[in-house]
């Protein structure tokens, strides 16, 4: 059934259970998939830990474990973070020089990532997620109901919404980065919600999507940038950081407005009106079964 809810779910509770023991069984079958190259398997990893995270907020109002559950998830992802960031700041580079036309420096030799060192986070992120998956037997469900999603959706919506606000203001590196977040998970919520929403699911998800590419690649072009600045010879053995700065700025500044336009449009909507319309066909959604939610 996958990552959304399901006619077949006989409750949001149950529904969430599942889904949340997918995306852990996952999680930790891509951790082990040692035929594939680490990179792949941390990519796979670290995927499956945002869609849990963005699980969990969707149902946080009544999900009496969601601190726990959530840092849980956030810690063992961290463990991979070092090895994603490292491979992704080289990629920027390579990247950056081919848009401006220019052949990519000599890249140092000390960028390379050591594959013991992902086996070795890999290993660790695989024992913190199983462990996850021992304690969801005990995680309390029964409280949950179409208010639930629809107040998490909202709280998360609002949350993105008052993020472009502030981003606009700043136009901070750490503002888009948060805002990122905030945005991706809105993205998962609209998938998650995809069966229920029907007809308005598809455009509103790849619109949410493209936000979301759009701001994660802000974001590693800020990584890139700060790379650059701080440990230059991690990347090029004769690295021009006036030409990194210029472009990276540059193609930020193509992002952010890309970002902008698209935020404009997505959080168009009062929170208060996309909880209504969540909750609303939600219970049309439930009604063509013979399933009774709970109060």
Excluded at 23 to 29: E, G, P, W
Excluded at 88 to 97: A, N
Aim: proline fraction near 3%.
């Amino acid at each position: 059934m996958g990552y959304s809810w399901s006619r077949q779910d006989a409750s949001v509770g149950a529904g969430f259970l599942r889904i949340a023991t997918e995306q852990m069984a996952k999680a930790v079958l891509n951790a082990d998939a040692v035929g594939n190259p680490p990179a792949e398997r941390i990519h796979a990893a670290r995927r499956h830990c945002k869609r849990l995270r963005g699980l969990f907020r969707v149902v946080r109002p009544d999900f009496g474990a969601y601190a726990e559950a959530n840092a849980a998830v956030r810690e063992a992802a961290a463990v991979l973070s070092a090895a994603r960031d490292a491979r992704v700041v080289s990629k920027t580079l390579e990247e950056l020089y081919q848009w401006a036309g220019q052949r990519p420096p000599a890249l140092s030799a000390a960028r390379n990532v050591a594959p013991e060192g992902e086996e070795k986070a890999l290993t660790a992120f695989r024992g913190a997620i199983s462990q996850l998956m021992v304690d969801a037997a005990s995680w309390k469900v029964g409280r949950m109901n179409r208010r639930t999603i629809g107040r998490g959706v909202r709280h998360c919506y609002e949350a993105a919404a008052q993020a472009a606000a502030e981003t606009r203001k700043q136009s901070e590196d750490e503002a888009f980065h948060a805002w990122r977040k905030l945005a991706k998970y809105h993205s998962f919520h609209l998938v998650l919600l995809r069966a229920p929403l029907a007809d308005e699911a598809r455009t509103n998800i790849e619109r949410a999507e493209r936000l979301a590419e759009a701001l994660g690649r802000h974001h590693d072009l800020a990584l890139l940038l700060d790379t650059a600045r701080r440990h230059p010879a991690r990347l090029a053995d004769d690295l021009d950081l006036s030409f990194v700065a210029l472009h990276c700025r540059q193609q930020q500044e193509r992002l952010a407005a890309e970002a902008f336009r698209l935020g404009d449009d997505i959080f168009a909507r009062p929170a208060r009106m996309v909880q209504e319309s969540v909750e609303t066909r939600w219970r049309t959604w439930r009604a063509e079964t013979l399933e009774i939610e709970p109060a």
